[in-house]
């Protein structure tokens, strides 16, 4: 065969954007409509370049139990790509079991019924007529990987490194059934690499995912070997490669801040029939723009409107007001932006911050006077002020009754 191409991308999470309300004209909640259109481009885009296979690696919903106008949003776009002769590959990620009650199908199960759509529930080697090879591996489970005995006296750690290693076999296994002379091979999972990195500007660091994830991680010397000439990868929502032939997909559309300054895309690859490992383009989509707007102490409406981008219209927008701002400030920096068409996510202003008192020690056998003379020194009173205090003092004493004088 030719080379193949496939078109791959991951964590759709159609249903799991935050922000920016509902939408009046439809009913639908503008984050959905955005994953949603997403979804639909991808899907012509590959009718149109006749793609080999589009291949999603998990997580296309929030959880397991999605809503139907999810479900038939990611409907919408299998049938674009059956109408067109385009095959799907999509599998379990990890929030396809959140909320899933025991017993209950995968909710991808009500799409195996469009022509063209392969489900994937277990790891599984599927051929394509083209003789493109694409291996799948779900997210890996204790549950399906281990039996109970096997997990007595093991620590939480130890449980999901011995998940890991049944999940590499598993892959290995998969690559045993590769035949090199059918057609190029890809393999696509859902699954946690310990050389993934995370991190942010506003991290301002970044860690490795084995220090951070309490759960299987694999090891990128498992999964970064022949016979796979590319390896799609589903969880991290942050795009990036790893090894020769690794990557996270990433996720296509920006669900909240934390995607704020990270550029979305989804990955066209062109796998050789050679052999040769894939090339890799990554095809930027056109995400939901997130901005985070500071706003200066001491500014009023003039300085407000000149606070607002040109091309805010559509953008899902933070406020961050100055600690101690007026309250009345927050409802007018929020219509500002209404106005210019952006969907304010939040307006927040800190309080400002209490000092601590500070207290005066002063020696045990100290005199009031010489108490108040202390205080005086730390505060930096002036020594005018200072006598006209300790004047006031003397006669505020010399008012008091003795302690026991009325006894006697």
Same mark, same amino acid.
Not at 323 to 328: A, D, I, L, R
């Given at each position: 065969m030719a080379d193949a191409v496939v078109l791959a991308t991951a964590d759709i999470h159609v249903d799991g954007g935050r922000h920016g309300g509902t939408n009046p004209l439809t009913g639908r909640r503008r984050a959905w409509e955005s994953t949603h259109a997403i979804w639909l481009d991808m899907c012509h885009h590959a009718v149109d370049i006749s793609a080999d296979a589009v291949v999603v690696?998990?997580?296309?919903?929030l959880n397991g139990w999605p809503k139907a106008e999810a479900v038939e949003m990611i409907a919408d776009g299998l049938r674009v790509?059956?109408?067109?002769?385009v095959p799907a590959i999509v599998g379990d990620g990890n929030h396809e079991w959140i909320a899933r009650q025991k017993g209950h199908r995968s909710p991808l199960e009500h799409l195996?019924?469009?022509?063209?759509?392969?489900?994937?529930?277990?790891?599984?080697?599927?051929?394509?007529?083209?003789?493109?090879?694409i291996a799948f591996v779900p997210w890996p489970r204790r549950s399906e990987l281990l039996e109970p005995? $096997?997990? @007595?006296? #093991?620590?939480?750690? $130890?449980? @999901?490194? #011995?998940?890991?290693?049944?999940?590499?076999?598993?892959?290995?296994m998969l690559g045993d059934q590769v035949d090199p002379d059918r057609g190029p091979a890809l393999l696509a999972a859902h699954a946690t690499v310990g050389d993934a990195m995370v991190g942010s500007a506003k991290r301002g660091s970044e860690m490795g995912l084995a220090e951070l994830f309490a759960e299987p991680v694999l090891a990128l010397g498992d999964i970064d070997v022949d016979p796979w000439q590319h390896v799609a990868l589903g969880h991290i929502h942050r795009r990036q490669q790893m090894g020769d032939r690794c990557w996270y997909v990433g996720s296509p559309d920006r669900l909240d801040f934390s995607d704020e300054s990270v550029e979305k895309a989804y990955s066209l690859i062109r796998i050789p029939d050679n052999g040769g490992?894939?090339?890799v383009e990554a095809v930027p989509t056109g995400a939901r723009r997130f901005s985070t707007i500071e706003v200066p102490s001491g500014a009023d409406t003039a300085s407000l409107e000149l606070l607002v981008p040109e091309d805010v219209e559509g953008a899902v927008v933070r406020i961050e007001l100055?600690?101690?701002?007026?309250?009345?400030?927050?409802?007018e920096v929020k219509r500002l932006f209404e106005r210019a068409g952006a969907s304010v996510a939040s307006v927040h202003a800190p309080p400002l911050p209490r000092l601590r008192s500070q207290r005066t020690v002063v020696a045990e056998d100290a005199s009031p006077i010489e108490g108040l003379e202390k205080w005086a020194t730390e505060q930096q009173v002036d020594s005018a002020q200072l006598e006209r205090l300790k004047e006031k003092a003397a006669l505020m004493i010399d008012s008091l009754t003795p302690v026991g004088a009325e006894s006697e």
């Open positions: 690696p998990g997580d296309i919903f790509l059956d109408d067109g002769g195996q019924d469009i022509v063209n759509v392969r489900v994937i529930i277990e790891p599984e080697l599927v051929t394509l007529p083209s003789g493109l090879q005995d $096997e997990m @007595d006296g #093991l620590s939480p750690l $130890e449980i @999901d490194a #011995l998940v890991a290693a049944r999940a590499a076999e598993r892959i290995e490992l894939a090339t100055a600690p101690g701002s007026p309250v009345n400030l927050s409802s």
